[in-house]
């Protein structure tokens, strides 16, 4: 009797075991699910048009907080540097172009820090046009990760400075001055 009550009860417990296994599991699942899984990204459904005309992505354009960014083209694929206007960070993008359209993704890096949390990526999208008084700016949007939207990101295009990539540095050893980037660059 006594060893058919233990043999019951052990069994219980296996089940019961099974059972928390397995809700922990769903649990995780749907918690995964809802701090932005990959079904959860979001794309801007935008459609293309034609670049104004005598216009280009290769230029210099300004975000009071995202500084300058430098922007070349060539055939579909552009990319991209900045560092930010109080010099804590730097980024790079690529992508590619259709028309006015430029989908990409981006990464940014805090200077003087190499560990992972310093590091932020997602993928964004401009469209490019030619605003009041003639001068080209782009409206975009950036997100975190998989997301395309997100956080609005509009700069303004600089009229007559060419883009100097290699003069934004990347991550510099603390106190080496990460340089001053302005319009024309230091």
Known sequence: ??????????????????????????IAALSTLGCGAAGDAKTANI???NMPDGES????????VYGYMHIVEQDTNVIGKWK??????WGQLSGTKQGNVLHFTWTEHIYCRSDPSSISKGRGVFVYKVGKEGIAET???????DSEV??????????RQAPELNNIPGNVPCGAGGGGVGGALD
């Open 139 to 145: 409206d975009g949007q950036f997100g975190l990760d």
């Open 84 to 89: 930010r206007t109080d010099q804590s960070h």
């Open 47 to 49: 459609t293309p048009g």
């Open 57 to 64: 992505w290769t230029g210099v354009y300004y975000h009071p």
């Open 1 to 26: 009797m006594i060893r058919g009550r233990f043999s019951c009860r052990l069994r219980s417990m296996r089940i019961l075991r099974a059972l928390s296994v397995a809700s922990f599991v769903a």
């Open 150 to 159: 997100g956080g609005d990101w509009h700069m303004v295009k600089q009229q």
